[in-house]
């Protein structure tokens, strides 16, 4: 099975305790791709500006990703800049410049829009509905979203909470848009909303995962050193849809693997400034840590 991500390629500036960064390569989408690539095969829908680098798409592509879908407009590319302090569970964001994703609207190939399995991963909820209408066989459809866009576009969000299977959400998010300070009434008050499935992710505390017939939690792999968590949210998503999209199967068994998976995948994340880490990452390494993690929490 393949998989369709749409989202973000942005030029990221970070700065943590381990060292400082410009401009690399960044972005909900990418982090996503450079996990999910390790199950399935992924096309990824996003748009770049003039100035972005044309090694980051040569990158992409011998990541074997499928950029058939991505669009050069006129323009800066999405850029991001921020600062990790402290415990480095929340980045503070120091500037954001949104660029060309001003009234971007996706373009699919016509074979692309048969593609069962979405990841709609953290952008503009009208882009990610505009989208979604156009697929016309979906089996799985996922979601990220921000606060930012919980608090400036809250009413897009929740309408499209109505037509998506899982939604993804970190521990602050969850409780903004519930309204609950309790994750688990955050998560059922969420599943009120639409989805099927809600995934709370709870940074070092691991990730909940809440639906009607059962209710799982996972502790985070335990990471020695945190060079920078960028895009670990986004990479957990990448294993969780990735397994789920070759396993083609969606029962109990199915999510409480793709969880462990994404867990996993998200661990490697940590280790290395933007995607260093990730985009060398084998599946052999990915079973090897979980297999560790299965001793760990002896399940």
């Known amino acids: 099975m393949s998989i369709l991500v749409l989202g973000t390629l942005a030029l990221d500036s970070l ?4 060292g400082e960064r410009k401009n690399i390569l960044g972005g909900s989408a990418t982090h996503f791709s450079m996990a ?6 992924v096309h990824l829908s996003a748009i770049i500006g003039e100035d972005f680098p044309k090694r980051n798409i040569d990158f992409l592509r011998k990541k074997d990703i499928i950029l058939t879908s991505l669009v050069r407009g006129k ?3 999405f850029r991001w800049q921020g600062e990790y302090k402290g415990d480095l569970n929340t980045a503070v964001t120091l500037n954001t410049e949104l660029g060309v994703l001003t009234g971007f609207k996706p373009v699919l ?6 593609i069962r399995y979405v990841f709609l991963a953290n952008i503009d909820p009208d882009i990610q509905r505009y989208l979604l209408e156009r697929m016309c066989r979906v089996k799985l459809a996922g979601l990220d979203s ?18 998506i299977d899982i939604y993804l959400a970190n521990e602050g998010e969850a409780k903004e848009l519930s309204g609950e300070q309790n994750i688990v009434k955050a998560a059922r008050a969420l599943k009120k909303i639409g989805p099927a499935m809600v995934v709370i992710k709870k940074g070092e505390h691991g990730v909940l995962f809440y639906c009607d017939r059962f209710i799982c939690s996972l502790p985070a792999y335990p990471v020695y ?5 960028t895009g670990a949210g986004d990479t957990f998503a990448g294993g969780f849809m990735g397994y789920l999209a070759r396993a083609g199967r969606i029962s109990e068994g199915h999510i409480r693997k793709a969880i462990a998976y994404g867990v996993t995948c998200a661990s490697f994340n940590l280790e290395g400034f933007g995607v260093s880490r990730t985009s060398r990452l084998t599946l052999t390494e990915v079973n090897r840590r979980l297999n560790e993690l299965k001793k760990i929490v002896n399940f």
């Open 15 to 18: 700065k943590t305790p381990c």
């Open 75 to 77: 323009g800066r590319s």
């Open 225 to 229: 050193t945190v060079v920078d968590p």
């Open 146 to 163: 921000m606060n930012y866009w919980i608090r400036n576009k809250r009413k897009s969000l929740v309408r499209l909470l109505k037509k």
């Open 109 to 114: 190939a016509g074979r692309q829009r048969g």
């Open 36 to 41: 999910a690539r390790l199950f399935t095969e």
